[in-house]
């Protein structure tokens, strides 16, 4: 089993800035895919971010340039820093693990953390 914890969530000003952090713990036994994805009300769920094991970063066109992906993998933990937020950022965020056993991949996900830009 995976566990991912999310925090970092809030309320901010347009123009602002918060970092999330999703702690991973659990049955991990390799460095994997870690992501950030995003739903906003009555919206589907969209890809944010991404990173490989290798560090290989992937964002959706929106965020780039505002947003950072980042990992430490001594503590299986995912960072999205995120900069120059504009109302339309606001969803609740979920953090994303892959994870491969036994020849298939399974996606595991945190319950979600809020990000309001408002003013």
């Known amino acids: 089993q995976v566990q991912l914890v999310e925090s970092g969530g809030g309320l901010v000003q347009p123009g602002g800035s918060l970092r999330l952090s999703c702690a991973a713990s659990?049955?991990?036994?390799?460095?994997?895919?870690m992501g950030w994805y995003r739903q906003a009300p009555g919206k589907q769920r969209e890809l944010v971010a991404v990173?490989?094991?290798?560090?290989?970063?992937n964002y959706e066109d929106s965020v780039k340039g505002r947003f950072t992906i980042s990992r430490d993998n001594g503590k299986n933990t995912v960072y999205l820093q995120m900069n120059s937020l504009k109302p339309e950022d606001t969803a609740v965020y979920y953090c994303?693990?892959?994870?491969?056993?036994?020849?298939?991949?399974?996606?595991?996900w945190g319950q979600g953390t809020q990000v309001t830009v408002s003013s």
């Open positions: 659990g049955n991990i036994f390799s460095i994997n895919p």
């Open positions: 994303n693990l892959r994870q491969k056993y036994r020849g298939t991949w399974y996606d595991y």
């Open positions: 990173i490989s094991s290798s560090g290989i970063t």
